[in-house]
């Protein structure tokens, strides 16, 4: 899709179906709805990808950076390859011997594990936490918890541990090793990486960031096969157990940190919803000396930006064994830079403000709009995406919702106008049960057959034969459409009856032709009066014309006598002795 926004997540409106499930997965409620179509307000998105990940259609997108990477690739510069140590959760042993080999032939002239950077991360990580042990501390290791405890728990930006990411802190470290002028392509399962690396005081540190699913189009798009690369190692490998470090407890692993999952001193929440729940036990006095959160369930294997081929406990399964073959025995903390500026909150529109308040009369006025000005009518279903009707409402307020997002309401708008739409109908309709006792009739209905609502519980053979509703009843059929002259109440209609099978209920829809029938006996006899007419008229004629042509016969033979006569007498009659005048006489008679 051709890109004209630099935001990470956004949202391919060709394809949202207005299901709001992007609303109901965000925690922190940062898609905003207008027109139908769902949109990412980005100074309120974390850029975790849950979005992406749940959308059914496909409707939520990160932005895509391969060709900038190419570009890179394409450039005078050195470009080294820093590549998350999550890498083994996507292919099997004989893969990931390989990768190296398929790095340089991308054109990579130096590639390394992100866990190197890790390892040292999580040694000061530990050394922090170690010195100042009567307070709780939060590792900074995930982007996206960072960003969610700077936007929306800012209280605990103190508890931060001041130290980088590994992503920052190698390629801080690759830069310093083999030049500044060296670019740097960081390589993960992260989406959020992406926003990390634009921050401003991380600026020109990372120079692209890809996912690996950016990174499977690579492969996908140049024919790269990895069975086709030599098995080789990376340039620079992590020390120590850094290879467990996208799984949740890693970091602590990493720094040989006591882990008991028993042990409140030092717990690993993983996926938003333990996050949140532990984030707000330490801010509400819970004393952890290290909480080790991360984003996503499961930790980094479950990234939006994996490639999701198979089970998380499999992808799980391959990164504990890549992580106990050895790695690099050599400890060193020459040329890591750890240094952390700390958090700020970044300005938030008017309309993103978390901290705007609405009036009790405002809130009110949005919840009458659907339907919900008594307590007693707000469901808290959740269909809207929001977790109570309230919080919709302050959504709407904050244009970021919309009042007909609320599907029960809706859906009573939509039997209201069925109901409407039944009671106004021309057409006379009558349900009844599964012994034929009329459960309920329309105004036409009534006015049909000359009753009264006095007639529901009756059965349907008061007013008619109910030979269609009895044949439905017997011979299972679907629907029965017939023409019924109804004469006692001088009415002929063409009948419809079908049955609901879910709630044996048998529902009759009669169409008044009575007009249209009368008018069809005149129509047919206007037309057998003409077609009549039409034969009389044509033996008139046909007689007329034979009268017309014996007399127009008799009239020629006459005027054929007529004009021989004058040629006679125009001529020189015969001679006769006797009787001069005899002949012509003879011919005058």
Same mark, same amino acid.
């Given at each position: 899709?051709?890109?004209?926004?630099?935001?990470?997540?956004?949202?391919?409106?060709?394809?949202?179906?207005?299901?709001?499930?992007?609303?109901?997965?965000?925690?922190?409620?940062?898609?905003?709805?207008?027109?139908?179509?769902?949109?990412?307000?980005?100074?309120?998105?974390?850029?975790?990808?849950?979005?992406?990940?749940?959308?059914?259609?496909?409707?939520?997108?990160?932005?895509?950076?391969?060709?900038?990477?190419?570009?890179?690739?394409?450039?005078?510069?050195?470009?080294?390859?820093?590549?998350?140590?999550?890498?083994?959760?996507?292919?099997?042993?004989?893969?990931?011997?390989?990768?190296?080999?398929?790095?340089?032939?991308?054109?990579?002239?130096?590639?390394?594990?992100?866990?190197?950077?890790?390892?040292?991360?999580?040694?000061?990580?530990?050394?922090?936490?170690?010195?100042?042990?009567?307070?709780?501390?939060?590792?900074?290791?995930?982007?996206?918890?960072?960003?969610?405890?700077?936007?929306?728990?800012?209280?605990?930006?103190?508890?931060?541990?001041?130290?980088?990411?590994?992503?920052?802190?190698?390629?801080?470290?690759?830069?310093?090793?083999?030049?500044?002028?060296?670019?740097?392509?960081?390589?993960?399962?992260?989406?959020?990486?992406?926003?990390?690396?634009?921050?401003?005081?991380?600026?020109?540190?990372?120079?692209?960031?890809?996912?690996?699913?950016?990174?499977?189009?690579?492969?996908?798009?140049?024919?790269?096969?990895?069975?086709?690369?030599?098995?080789?190692?990376?340039?620079?490998?992590?020390?120590?157990?850094?290879?467990?470090?996208?799984?949740?407890?890693?970091?602590?692993?990493?720094?040989?940190?006591?882990?008991?999952?028993?042990?409140?001193?030092?717990?690993?929440?993983?996926?938003?919803?333990?996050?949140? @729940?532990?984030?707000?036990?330490?801010?509400?006095?819970?004393?952890?000396?290290?909480?080790?959160?991360?984003?996503?369930?499961?930790?980094?294997?479950?990234?939006?930006?994996?490639?999701?081929?198979?089970?998380?406990?499999?992808?799980?399964?391959?990164?504990?064994?890549?992580?106990?073959?050895?790695? +690099?025995?050599?400890?060193?903390?020459?040329?890591?830079?750890?240094?952390?500026?700390?958090? +700020?909150?970044?300005?938030?529109?008017?309309?993103?403000?978390?901290?705007?308040?609405?009036?009790?009369?405002?809130?009110?006025?949005?919840?009458?709009?659907?339907?919900?000005?008594?307590?007693?009518?707000?469901? +808290?279903?959740?269909?809207?995406?929001? @977790?109570?009707?309230?919080?919709?409402?302050?959504?709407?307020?904050?244009?970021?919702?919309?009042?007909?997002?609320?599907?029960?309401?809706?859906?009573?708008?939509?039997?209201?106008?069925?109901?409407?739409?039944?009671?106004?109908?021309? +057409?006379?309709?009558?349900?009844?049960?599964?012994?034929?006792?009329?459960? @309920?009739?329309?105004?036409?209905?009534?006015?049909?057959?000359?009753?009264?609502?006095?007639?529901?519980?009756?059965?349907?053979?008061?007013?008619?034969?109910?030979?269609?509703?009895?044949?439905?009843?017997?011979?299972?059929?679907?629907?029965?459409?017939?023409?019924?002259?109804?004469?006692?109440?001088?009415?002929?209609?063409?009948?419809?009856?079908?049955?609901?099978?879910?709630?044996?209920?048998?529902?009759?829809?009669?169409?008044?032709?009575?007009?249209?029938?009368?008018?069809?006996?005149?129509?047919?006899?206007?037309?057998?009066?003409?077609?009549?007419?039409?034969?009389?008229?044509?033996?008139?004629?046909?007689?007329?014309?034979?009268?017309?042509?014996?007399?127009?016969?008799?009239?020629?033979?006459?005027?054929?006598?007529?004009?021989?006569?004058?040629?006679?007498?125009?001529?020189?009659?015969?001679?006769?002795?006797?009787?001069?005048?005899?002949?012509?006489?003879?011919?005058?008679?």
């Amino acid at each position: 899709m051709q890109q004209t926004t630099r935001q990470i997540v956004f949202t391919d409106k060709a394809r949202c179906r207005d299901c709001y499930r992007c609303v109901r997965a965000c925690p922190v409620k940062a898609i905003g709805v207008k027109d139908g179509q769902a949109f990412v307000v980005e100074n309120r998105c974390l850029a975790c990808g849950t979005c992406i990940r749940e959308c059914p259609q496909d409707a939520k997108m990160f932005r895509n950076d391969l060709e900038r990477a190419m570009r890179l690739l394409a450039g005078p510069d050195r470009v080294a390859a820093s590549i998350a140590p999550s890498f083994a959760a996507l292919c099997p042993e004989w893969k990931w011997k390989r990768l190296p080999s398929v790095l340089r032939r991308l054109g990579f002239a130096y590639v390394a594990e992100t866990a190197v950077g890790a390892y040292h991360v999580a040694a000061e990580t530990a050394r922090v936490v170690e010195s100042q042990p009567d307070r709780p501390h939060i590792a900074s290791a995930c982007p996206a918890v960072v960003s969610y405890v700077e936007k929306y728990r800012p209280r605990l930006t103190d508890t931060i541990v001041p130290v980088v990411s590994p992503m920052i802190a190698h390629a801080r470290h690759l830069k310093q090793q083999l030049g500044a002028g060296t670019k740097v392509i960081f390589i993960g399962p992260c989406v959020a990486k992406k926003a990390e690396a634009e921050r401003p005081e991380y600026a020109g540190v990372v120079d692209c960031v890809l996912t690996f699913r950016e990174f499977g189009e690579w492969l996908d798009r140049v024919g790269l096969d990895p069975a086709e690369c030599e098995e080789s190692t990376f340039d620079e490998q992590p020390p120590g157990y850094a290879r467990f470090f996208p799984l949740p407890g890693g970091l602590a692993r990493t720094a040989a940190m006591r882990t008991d999952l028993l042990d409140v001193e030092c717990v690993a929440p993983n996926g938003f919803e333990d996050v949140r @729940s532990v984030l707000e036990a330490t801010e509400s006095g819970l004393m952890c000396k290290l909480v080790e959160p991360l984003f996503c369930a499961q930790g980094c294997i479950n990234g939006a930006g994996i490639l999701e081929q198979d089970n998380v406990y499999e992808r799980r399964g391959r990164v504990l064994e890549y992580a106990r073959h050895p790695g +690099n025995e050599i400890d060193s903390d020459a040329g890591f830079d750890l240094r952390f500026s700390g958090l +700020n909150k970044p300005p938030l529109t008017e309309s993103d403000d978390l901290s705007r308040e609405f009036t009790e009369q405002q809130i009110l006025a949005v919840l009458e709009q659907t339907g919900k000005a008594q307590e007693e009518d707000r469901l +808290n279903c959740g269909a809207c995406g929001y @977790s109570s009707c309230r919080d919709k409402a302050i959504a709407v307020l904050r244009g970021l919702a919309e009042p007909q997002m609320c599907i029960p309401q809706m859906r009573r708008m939509a039997e209201r106008r069925t109901d409407r739409i039944i009671e106004t109908s021309p +057409n006379g309709i009558v349900i009844l049960d599964e012994r034929l006792n009329i459960i @309920s009739m329309n105004p036409a209905f009534r006015r049909f057959f000359c009753c009264t609502d006095a007639t529901c519980g009756k059965r349907i053979s008061y007013l008619m034969d109910p030979e269609p509703f009895e044949r439905l009843a017997a011979d299972g059929e679907e629907v029965v459409v017939l023409t019924v002259n109804h004469e006692k109440y001088n009415v002929v209609c063409h009948q419809i009856i079908y049955r609901l099978p879910e709630e044996n209920q048998y529902v009759g829809i009669f169409v008044n032709i009575t007009n249209s029938q009368a008018n069809e006996e005149k129509l047919q006899q206007l037309r057998s009066e003409t077609a009549e007419q039409a034969r009389e008229l044509l033996e008139h004629q046909i007689t007329m014309a034979q009268q017309i042509a014996r007399l127009l016969g008799e009239s020629t033979a006459k005027g054929e006598q007529l004009v021989r006569h004058l040629l006679m007498y125009a001529s020189d009659p015969p001679a006769s002795k006797d009787k001069p005048w005899v002949w012509d006489m003879q011919v005058s008679k």
